[in-house]
């Protein structure tokens, strides 16, 4: 009886919005209390009507009532409080907005414990008990409360559906099965169910799989990323480590170059002076001799002059200003010019292989590669826009179609000298560098035409070992003839058999050292695959042979 009385306490001092206990409460004009909190939000919503209502009974109010603390509610409340009523909290029986309601209750209605499918029912921990206690529920299947219980009624014959139509994939009740559903596929929904959770199981093994997998690969990737950071870590060291030797050896050759410089100043700043001193004393004696010969030349004493001539008139060896070799002003200058020599060389060097070593930083591949392509329409994704270089091309190479078309002319083209242009093979090189992923198609003549990749420092001129494409180790060639096709690499060839077409198009996957050779019609046909580790970028090469009677061309597809 006391515990009933707490309870009725409890819901006299409890908010209707909240079911809690009143916290700041309030008094609105029609004598409804509130929490505070829980009021103004509620009249907050009703801002763009400009009318404000009580929760409870509706009346409305015009306009918005100002709130106060109603002090002795609250007091009410914290002495309810101390005498116990904290520990039967709301949401310890009565139902909320978001719960599942007793539908047995009358009055305030208690939340439910569970919901039976049979009774298609709520019902709470009281008004549940027959369903544990007498043995004619003992069928009915209880579960978590659930709102959606009349969604199990047939709308049309407001029975159970304890079926489902495969056919129709629906939960259906016994007299739809009669009906509209006659003659379907039906089973019971226990069957139906049995049925799916077998399926729901393989699901459940297939998605924890996956998560294993993928747990795997997050572990893998992990791994990955502290290697990579390692790596990137030691590569800066290490590099910082030969830059500064390489600065010291500067340093070095620097001193040297200035020590060497002043240690030859100052000998030839000696000797000079050394000589300038010898210069100078026999200028002073050359005085003092012509004082004397001036002197003597004014005696009047002829015996005298005679006696002292032979003497004063003989002049010891000197110096003589011819026997000085004075050369131009242009001493240390030639030091200077050695120097700057070596500065070029340096910038060569760095310039032509600091390509590599930023290659070689940006080639860097982990595992999030995209696959490689199957398709045609795959490999159009990495198509590359390819031109030629005229600087490149041999002089009876005529380039047209915006430079993508090469053809072999009997007669010489007005090219200008270039240092990159073939003199020996009938050879071009595209103007663009290939890196990445690239995918370009030709269209050849059907002579003999050789279709290549090649690093741009493939020798100009001299043997052919040293400048065709596919003769030496700097360059891939497929040889395509009428009949045959052959690959070719570092004078090695390899027969190849595959469709003929006048189509052939390159897959160059750089980074992983990939290039791909296919014939191109309908369908693509891989010819030849190379697997190999590229140090250099790469450029597209063509060599065309003099075909008997017919011009020899290659025409880049766009």
Not at 72 to 96: I, N, R, S, W
Not at 500 to 512: I, K, N, P, T
């Amino acid at each position: 009886m006391a515990q009933k009385g707490v309870e009725l306490d409890r819901e006299t001092f409890s908010c209707s919005i909240c079911l809690d206990l009143l916290k700041d409460p309030v008094t609105i004009p029609c004598g409804h209390s509130y929490c505070m909190n829980c009021i103004k939000t509620h009249w907050d919503e009703e801002d763009g009507k400009k009318i404000y209502s009580c929760p409870q009974c509706r009346q409305s109010f015009t306009p918005r009532p100002v709130l106060m603390k109603s002090t002795m509610l609250a007091v009410l409340v914290e002495e309810l409080k101390k005498t116990g009523l904290q520990a039967a909290p709301a949401d310890h029986c009565y139902a909320g907005a978001k719960d599942v309601a007793c539908d047995v209750c009358t009055g305030r209605k208690l939340k439910a414990l569970k919901s039976c499918l049979v009774c298609v029912a709520s019902y709470c921990e009281k008004h549940l008990q027959p369903h544990y206690e007498s043995s004619a529920f003992e069928k009915h299947k209880l579960v978590e409360p659930s709102k959606k219980l009349q969604e199990n009624i047939c709308s049309r014959h407001d029975e159970v559906m304890k079926l489902f139509c495969r056919t129709d994939q629906q939960c259906i009740c016994y007299l739809c099965s009669m009906d509209e559903h006659k003659g379907h596929d039906t089973v019971s929904a226990a069957a139906e169910r049995t049925e799916r959770q077998r399926e729901l199981q393989v699901c459940r093994q297939n998605i924890q799989q996956g998560i294993q997998d993928r747990e795997k690969d997050v572990k893998l990737l992990q791994h990955e990323v502290e290697a990579i950071s390692r790596s990137a870590d030691k590569a800066v060291e290490d590099s910082e480590k030969i830059f500064t030797e390489l600065i010291r050896l500067m340093e070095e050759r620097r001193s040297d170059v200035e020590q060497q410089v002043r240690w030859q100043q100052e000998t030839e700043v000696s000797r000079v002076k050394e000589l300038q001193e010898k210069l100078e004393q026999e200028i002073t004696e050359l005085k003092r001799k012509d004082a004397e010969l001036m002197k003597l030349s004014h005696t009047e004493d002829h015996n005298l002059f005679l006696h002292n001539y032979p003497s004063l008139s003989a002049l010891s060896e000197s110096t003589h200003s011819s026997s000085i070799n004075i050369r131009p002003l242009s001493y240390f200058e030639d030091v200077t010019a050695a120097v700057s020599e070596v500065r070029g060389k340096l910038q060569d060097v760095l310039r032509e292989t600091w390509t590599n070593v930023s290659l070689t930083v940006t080639d860097v591949d982990v595992l999030l590669s995209d696959p490689e392509p199957k398709t045609r329409a795959e490999f159009l994704k990495y198509s590359r826009e390819i031109t030629l270089d005229p600087n490149t091309a041999h002089t009876r190479l005529f380039l047209s179609e915006g430079n993508r078309k090469v053809t072999l002319m009997n007669q010489q083209q007005s090219y200008s000298d270039h240092p990159y242009r073939f003199t020996e093979e009938f050879q071009v090189l595209s103007r663009e560098s290939l890196t990445g992923r690239c995918y370009w198609e030709v269209e050849w003549s059907g002579g003999i035409d050789y279709v290549a990749v090649t690093y741009k420092n493939i020798s100009r001129a001299g043997s052919i070992n040293k400048c065709r494409l596919g003769w030496n180790d700097k360059s891939w060639a497929l040889r395509c003839e009428k009949s045959s096709y052959k690959f070719l690499y570092n004078n090695a060839e390899t027969p190849i058999s595959g469709p003929q077409s006048s189509r052939v198009g390159l897959y160059l996957d750089h980074s992983a050292g990939i290039m791909s050779f296919y014939s191109v019609s309908e369908t693509m046909t891989l010819l030849h695959r190379v697997q190999t580790t590229f140090t250099q970028p790469l450029y597209a090469g063509f060599l065309l042979y003099p075909s008997h009677g017919n011009t020899s061309w290659i025409y880049i597809q766009k």
